[in-house]
């Protein structure tokens, strides 16, 4: 029940129920709502929304969970790409440095 939809039972059960016209039972006694009726019809109004208002609390906190442990999973892979290509750098650069010392011997080895 949305927090409008509560507002308008309310609103009805006060104007309705909470003022009724006095009645008059079987041996002419008159009947009126006691004022624990009414409160207890007020709070079952109330914790009618109070649950709906939980239940969507979980659904929501239940997709946050859910997304950071998405996003978690995610941040790992990433800082593991990144983890990779650094070691890719390096290993080229190292293989480069050491292409270049070894063309320059293999050059001078070949002209003597």
């Known amino acids: 029940m949305s927090l409008e939809q509560t ?12 003022c009724p016209p ?7 006694e008159r009947h009126t709502r006691s004022p624990l009726v009414i409160i207890l019809r007020m709070l079952k ?3 009618s929304s109070v649950d709906t208002a939980l239940f969507k609390i979980d659904e929501v906190s239940d997709r946050i969970y859910k997304l950071e442990h998405k996003l978690g999973n995610t941040v790992k892979k990433f800082t593991a790409c990144a983890d ?3 070691q ?3 290993a080229c650069t190292t293989l480069r440095e050491e292409l270049a ?3 320059g011997t293999i050059i001078g080895a070949t002209y003597n």
Do not use: K, P, V
């Open 101 to 103: 010392e070894a063309s």
């Open 84 to 86: 990779g290509f650094y």
């Open 88 to 90: 890719i750098r390096e």
């Open 7 to 18: 507002a308008d039972e309310l609103r009805t059960f006060i104007i309705n129920d909470h």
């Open 22 to 28: 006095s009645r008059t039972g079987l041996h002419g």
């Open 45 to 47: 109004i109330l914790q």
